[in-house]
T-cell receptor, first 114, second 115 residues
Framework: SAVISQKPSRDICQRGTSLTIQCQVD?????MFWYRQQPGQSLTLIAT?????????ESGFVIDKFPISRPNLTFSTLTVSNMSPEDSSIYLC???????????FGPGTRLTVL | AQSVTQLGSHVSVSEGALVLLRCNYS??????LFWYVQYPNQGLQLLLK??????LVKGINGFEAEFKKSETSFHLTKPSAHMSDAAEYFC?????????????FGKGTKLSVKP
């Protein structure tokens, strides 16, 4: 298994500002992902965080809006830029030790944009 | 494209009754499949996973799921519901395209347990 922490756990932000969410894992992992869970909805993959290279974004998500960093095998950040109320969601980090292995999820960051 | 369908956004059972949560996947290649549970205001916890070994998979908290290729299904069951099982359950398939290994989630089923 893996123990994953996210900071902050929740935040209330003003429209037009940016928030950076941190994801820390207690051991090195191959894969790290960022998901969004809008209110009452399922999880949607935003991007795969690649160590040492640019993240791989899913359709509908762009780097300018959701810049991601992954400087090493245990840490990643997701920034939600120029926020609007539509960005109010839970953002979850997940990790995996490789294809076919289960993903472990962090506790999530609950973001509210006013 | 792969997809996961969960029939029933809300299922209600009585305590002690059978729990059956339905999941179907669409894929020409049987994928790796997972069930996760999300309790209110918490992250996702893995219940069980299917990775092409035994078709009947046992998980935590008394849950199990059976992979049926002919029906493209991976339904989750528990013989006797407990009040603590009330939560949202997500079925997910691992994306084999693009070699990313990310998960494709169903819309989720909220389980309520009546006393």
């Amino acid at each position: 298994s893996a123990v994953i922490s996210q900071k902050p756990s929740r935040d209330i932000c003003q429209r037009g500002t940016s928030l950076t969410i941190q994801c820390q894992v207690d051991s090195q992992v191959t894969m790290m992902f960022w998901y969004r869970q809008q209110p009452g909805q399922s999880l949607t993959l935003i991007a795969t965080a690649n160590q040492g290279s640019e993240a791989t974004y899913e359709s509908g998500f762009v780097i300018d809006k959701f810049p991601i960093s992954r400087p090493n095998l245990t840490f990643s950040t997701l920034t939600v830029s120029n926020m609007s109320p539509e960005d109010s969601s839970i953002y979850l980090c997940s990790v995996s030790r490789g294809y076919g292995n289960e993903q472990f999820f962090g506790p999530g960051t609950r973001l509210t944009v006013l | 494209a792969q997809s996961v369908t969960q029939l029933g956004s809300h299922v209600s059972v009585s305590e002690g009754a059978l729990v059956l949560l339905r999941c179907n996947y669409s894929s020409s290649v049987p994928p790796y499949l997972f069930w996760y549970v999300q309790y209110p205001n918490q992250g996702l916890q893995l219940l069980l996973k299917y990775t092409s070994a035994a078709t009947l998979v046992k998980g935590i908290n008394g849950f199990e799921a059976e992979f049926k290729k002919s029906e493209t299904s991976f339904h989750l069951t528990k013989p006797s519901a407990h009040m603590s099982d009330a939560a949202e359950y997500f079925c997910a398939a691992m994306n084999y395209g693009g070699s990313q290994g990310n998960l494709i989630f169903g819309k989720g089923t909220k389980l309520s347990v009546k006393p």
